[in-house]
């Protein structure tokens, strides 16, 4: 056994995105519970100083909670206006950004309605979906760092006869490692002295041990399983076929695929329908009423909250991380998020049996 190196895994990092979007959920809750308290109180009843104080109150509580938990949605929509498409965080944020100027506007002059409450309560449960969607791919870990965890931190150097334990990064090729009965390759290297049997499933796929003798040529992640063996190391470290590999899985990992889930693909029409439907709905009214500007706005503003892409946000992550969720259990890791509903085109299903299927 050996410990193990926080730094061939960034579970840290996906932490400390999960640790931040939860932070703005717990805000985004705490605001739209003390807005909406104060929004029952006007509801109740109370008119001209009384509700524009309890407005004012609830835009001190709201505005910098859009600002703060508005941040994931308005980076994104940002980004995604930059590369000009219409992803489904322009709604969202076009939706909180009007929401919290017309109400600061109705505020400011005496209005009857602000909509402090509706800015807030968006944010929350937008978030919680965008949450929901990070659980979701962290539950599964990356193929390419349960690989890297497989690298031994370590190795049993022989300098002189005499065995030194010696941190991987300072083994250099033509050094001599011992590999004892049980342990793991850590370097590539060539057999000089020992016989043993070796588990090679890890690059072959093959369960049955292997014979290994005098220039039997090793790879680092190996398990030696009988006897000691004496390696002359010709790669270490990142020049290691397991540190290799792990690179390769990293970036087939992190290259974009072909496959788009259902709900991005609905999300490219359903942006640019929203957004005609709100300037639409802003003509219309401007129209009827003869250039009520602030009238028009309210109604292009309430289309936009209206039609937010609640379902697609909250009802998407939260199918698949049940689902991933259940699999876990079940000892199925899912990788990629459309994978499910790849799985359900599936008509064939080719085994290539190398060793162990």
Not at 74 to 83: D, V, Y
Not at 176 to 184: D, H, N, S
Request: aromatic residues 8%; charged residues 15%; glycine residues 8%.
């Amino acid at each position: 056994a050996h410990e193990l190196d926080p730094g061939l895994l960034s579970v840290t990092e996906t932490d400390r995105q999960g640790r931040d979007l939860l932070m703005r959920v717990g805000v985004a809750f705490f605001s739209m519970m003390n807005v909406m308290l104060l929004s029952v109180a006007v509801w109740s009843g109370a008119e001209d100083a009384t509700r524009d104080l309890f407005h004012w109150i609830s835009g001190a509580i709201a505005l910098p909670t859009v600002v703060f938990a508005g941040q994931p949605f308005f980076k994104s929509a940002w980004a995604s206006l930059r590369q000009g498409k219409l992803g489904m965080d322009v709604p969202i944020s076009l939706a909180l950004i009007l929401a919290s100027s017309i109400s600061v506007y109705e505020t400011w002059m005496s209005g009857h309605h602000a909509y402090f409450d509706a800015a807030v309560m968006l944010s929350f449960f937008l978030l919680v979906g965008r949450y929901l969607d990070h659980r979701t791919r962290a539950i599964a870990r990356s193929a390419a760092e349960e690989l890297a965890a497989l690298e031994v931190p370590r190795a049993i150097v022989l300098v002189d006869g005499v065995e030194v334990e010696t941190v991987i990064s300072a083994v250099a090729p033509g050094d001599l490692v011992l590999v004892r009965p049980g342990a793991r390759m850590p370097v590539d290297g060539v057999v000089i002295h020992g016989a043993s049997e070796i588990d090679r499933s890890l690059l072959t796929g093959e369960s049955l041990p292997v014979q290994a003798g005098q220039g039997t040529i090793v790879s680092a992640g190996e398990v030696n399983l009988t006897g000691p063996l004496t390696v002359q190391v010709t790669a270490a470290g990142k020049d290691s076929s397991l540190h290799r590999m792990a690179d390769l899985v990293a970036v087939a990992e992190g290259t974009k695929t072909r496959y788009t889930s259902r709900a991005d693909r609905a999300s490219r029409l359903y942006s640019p329908l929203v957004h005609i439907l709100s300037f639409s709905a802003f003509g219309y009214w401007m129209w009827a009423t003869g250039g009520d500007v602030r009238y028009a706005i309210n109604i292009s503003a309430a289309v936009l909250i209206i039609t937010c892409p609640c379902a697609l946000g909250l009802a998407v992550p939260a199918v698949i991380t049940s689902a991933s969720g259940r699999l876990f259990r079940k000892g199925l890791l899912i990788k990629h998020g459309t994978a499910l509903e790849r799985l359900a085109e599936v008509d064939t299903v080719v085994f290539d049996k190398t060793g162990t299927l």
